[in-house]
């Protein structure tokens, strides 16, 4: 086969590395540092290479001694620095795997340990390995990491991640060569002897040693202790580690004496001890002259073990040489943290199948299908992709939210709002559960009645709101808004369990039981009059209450209740039958659809306060002007103390309050800071929500301004990110129907 | 490798109940007619019930519409899962089940049969869910 | 990865688990009846330990029993698991 | 090859038994108070004293990324005195902090990220901070590898950018304080851990420590991670938990980022170094730990994050992985001044974000230490906030680590 290096052609052996073929074509240089620009050459046989950095095509900062060749292959030098080029990502996974027995590193040690365990064994070989009865064995696979004792990185073939967890690790992790000091130790040609023997002693090189160093990366990763070994001159493992132990070389068994080590003679600029990272002795000393004594020190200064081969050949002799400088012994230095990758893996490598359109689930509801299909424009709102308008032929999004508003005050409309999230409550003392748990109290919630709740956090401020429907003796529905439903369900769970296990009360999500369309507008009644049995005028079915029935031939149950101040229904069938109750409100009479565009500008002008939009966490409920929601008769609910603190109950606090711009088509913009005056720079509040009303026809937005109740008819300003500051009317909050004659809908005729 | 074939099955009417479930903690096993599976120490699935059958408990919720379900059938179904899973699958033996996540998802783990695998989701997760199956298939195959 | 042992399912790995802080805390009898400063000792303030620690998870992914453990904030080890 | 750091940083003195203001702990904040105390207030009767070696915690476990754009008033000030200092930092220290106003873009992907993203600019800007919003197209002009298709799970709907904002090399920031504190005077003791503080009539005398009793006027903690063991010497309790903060470093590239990148949704923030590598950062593990070390699946998620928004990074290579201990305050706001405990006195809860504020954080605390009272910079940062409810909640601006 060929192959190309730094544009000449050469001929390449099957199974060969490319640092196998350049020492065999002779090619004992090639390559230069990255700081000095040196000529260096191949010096190493394994992943510890210092010198021979290549880029092949879009992989950068391959080592040449663990590229294997195939005919074609172009790779170029690379002087300790790649190259990033967008290409498409190579298809990359992860793997979980059990085993009572891991044992990393596939030489005689490891391959012994391996035969010799029981049950379920993985061996783990970087290089080529034979097969082995009863083992899995994992070759071209390098464990990257040993993380808490018992659960093993690896990336097998630079492509796929394994996540082992282990009963017992076995470490045969061997040990690496390490070069001697001397002048020139980096030169062309100069290489560690065990590389020297791999090439087949190759003419023109020199072989060195400085003797071998234990692979205890992850070991010490681990949490394992080193003592440094006289007879090896390098730290070999020490103690126990629970789980995990270590065979062959890596103790220091086995391994030649050490020669014996002295600063050399020289020129100190010229003695190389971290070859990738260029430093030389005389850096070191350098160092050491600056005042500085800790091997992380030593470390950071001169950039030592900080190359992308981590000071696999360069750490040791570091020690050593700065124990020489300091004059103390090399064991009372220590060594830098052994820190994982053992050696560098791809973030693609690592990000697995998880990127794309797998990285985060898309939730949607059973009517989905009918809203793709009608060409709803939708919004991420947590996970649920919820439809946001339904644009006509020509429309922006303002045209048809405006379009979608008006249907819904002045005729009929209907929302997919499914995705609120549905907590079952059970039990007899459910309400026990919910009198501690929302702000306000429901003893005197009737069977077949729904009533608004808010919750706070222990600190008093608002966490979500929702509607508290009373279907039984002992049985209550609540709904959550869309994004918090999995929280608020956690929080009831973890009050219940662990602050209240005296309470004969449970808890089921039936968020996904229920699909839900709000059929909303003077007009509902005629809507669904056709499609159903239960009796809808204001007499028999009053606001706030619940119903049971069909509609449209589903069983359903129907509450009154209003996020529009409008006349409005919801229908709660089983999630099975979503689209096909949908279908029937879509198609019966001309209901418009909305989205959660015009579903925000309808509850804004009833200022019907959005968790999350008009709230951050630092508001209360007395903020957002709902001391109706906030019992003055319970003894206590979660977040009640808080919202007795100074600070809490100050009255300049920001409060929301409406704003309508003195011009009535200037749209303020959301997150728009609120000032007294034009040039005013004290932040007196800002815009939550800001939209243009079809009912009003003009623009208004909901704001929290300091002291903002008392303040109605004052003009502030809007500062804007960029452009002028907008005059704006500081109004009440509820800005449509304030005396709240529409819930009712039509007068009956 | 063998093949592992991936489809939907529809589940029966399904209901959570409350009290002393009748299964040990992670198994599951045939009560009347359904399939008992154990959710919690005080919680459990049954597979084949309606919320009249269980009256009597400390309380009953119909699930029937809360999960959608896939089941992986062949020799590799396991490493499928391995995939996104970080149990022991070994482990966990036909008569047995888990609630775990799989990829970004909680699931309900079923093993009917030595190489046949169920997996219980919520119904808004089964297009994630079938995707990341369909294109972890891909690795075995 | 930590390895924690719910009381239920056996030992999982931690991504399954959401984290609850250190055990113990109470929730007052009688909240109205504490200074300021002894409902933010209750709210905020917390021992933060170096070492042992009494501690609730809860399976979120698994079964969604919360329970408590001691584990060490140095090692990670866990000494005592718990209901 | 040009020297990075100069030829002498510091001397390595024996701690004498007493000191007028003991510091304890010389990480990046303890070295600044220490430096701001000599030159702003004379007083070089001074000790930082490091259990370890200086530096070493998470002034150097951080991805160094410096900004000011917090959303309250009392942050913005706090920070943006900071970032001002650091704007003459070099010159001051007379050292290459490698400081590179780069710009620091945080990334919106969400209509919520968007109205809390312009609400966090709106605010900036009446408080003098240099922020814009920027629409996805000039998001893209700022940041041409930045991946903002639509079609994404979590396209880029927009950015806050701080065009003065960026990053510097952090051992040089802390070494830079040290050498200068060092030449003042000031007794930078390694090796000396505190075991005890000595309380006589209510009042901290003294601390204990491997290196025996030094006493001191006033006593500063400045320990960040290790706060609440401190505090528990003196019987104080802190609203502070300690986490991991993981991070990670790549191989080393030919620039392709020359600004920094946040995204608080999908939990990454990325800048590219001098040198060439990336340096990436994600939020703090969920359980209290003091191990320095964090779970992988945090930096999983991590880089499934930065492939979503940096596609051409997919070969990029994780070199080396490391945690530090951060301490977190329920604001995600720091607590800096005086303490229930007479002449002790206390700067932590930085949580993620305490790189950036240092020499602000230095500067204040100084100013505490050597009038016995909060600076204007920190007073709204009080124990007392907790009592009273008066929170300054960042988690917005600081909802990743950073």
Redesign the interface.
Known sequence: MRFTFAGAEYEGREGETLAAALVRHGILGGFRSVERGRPRGVYSAHEEEPNALVQVGAEPMLRATLVELRDGLVAEPLAGKGRLVAAPAPRC??????CEVLVVGGGASGRAAAAAARG?VILLEQGRCAPLDGVLVLDRTVALGLYERDWVLAVERGRRLW?I?ARRVVLATGAIERPPLFPGNDAPGVMLASAYEAYGRPAGATPVSGGFSPRVHLWSQAGGRLRWDERIGAPVPDGELPGVECVGRVTGAGLPDAPPFALPEGDEDEVFVDLERDVTLADLRRAVGAGLRSLEHLKRYTTIGTGSDQGKTANVNAIRAAAELLGVHPGELGTTTFRPPYVPVSFVVVAG??RG??F???????MHPWHVAHGAVFEDVGQ?RRPRFYPRDGEDMEAAVLRECAAAREHVAIQDVSTLGKI?V??PDALEFLNRIYTNAYDSLEVGRCRYGVMCTADGMMLDDGVVMRVGERRYVCTTTTGNAARVLDWMEEWRQTEWPEL?V?L????????VAAVVGPDARELLAPLTRVPLDAGSFPFMAIREGEVAGIPARVCRVSFSGELAFEVWV???RGLELWEALASAGDATPYGTEAMHVLRAEKAYPIVGQETDGTVTPHDLGMEWVISKTKRDFVGKRSLARPDTSRADRKQLVALLPVNPDALLREGSQIVAAPNERASQGHVTSSYRSAALGRTFALALVAAGRSRYGEVVYAVPPRGEPVPAEIVEAVVYDKEGSRRDGRPAA | MTGVRLREVALPATV?V?GEPPVA??ATGPVDGGLAVW?????WLVLGATEADYAHA?????????RVCFELAGADAAAVL??G????L?ALVPGRC????L????VLLLRPEETTWRVLV????A???R??LE??LR?VE | MLRIPCP???D??E??FAYGGEADLAYPGDPAALTDEEWAAYLFFRDNPKGLLRERWVHA?????WFELERDTVTHAIHVRGR | MTEPHPRFLWRNPEPKSRYEVVIVGGGGHGLATAYYLAKEHGITDVAVLERSYLAGGNITRNTTIIRSNYLWDESAAIYEHALRLWEGLEEELDYDLLFSQRGVLNLAHTLQDVRDGVRRVCANRLNGIDAEWLEPAEVAEVCPVLNVSPDVRYPVLGATFQPRGGIARHEHVAWGYARAADALGVDLVQGCEVTGIELAAGRAVAVETTRGRIAAGRIGLVAAGHSSVLAAMAGLRLPVQSHPLQALVSELYDQVLDTVVMSNAVHVYVSQAHKGELVLGAGIDAYLSYAQRGSFHVIERQLQAALELFPIFARARVLRTWAGTVDVCPDASPIVGPTPVEGLFVNCGWGTGGFKATPASGFAFAWTLAHGEPHELNRPFSLERFATGALIDEHGAAAVAH
């Open positions: 996974e992860s793997m979980h795997a059990h379920r996540k967890r199948r998880e359109p797998l985060d689930p898309v939730r949607t509801t059973p649920w079952d059970q039990g004969r449970w089921t999500s039936v968020t996904e039981q229920w699909a089983d999630g099975r | 959570t409350r903690a992670n959710l919690g120490p005080d919680e400390d309380a009953v919720v119909d699930v029937s519409a809360s391995a995939r899973c970080s149990l022991d070994d888990a609630q775990t996540l990829a970004r998802v909680d919520r119904p808004s997760y297009g994630y869910v995707a990341w294109d972890a690795e | 239920w399912c056996g999982r790995d991504v399954e992914h698994g079964c969604r029993r």
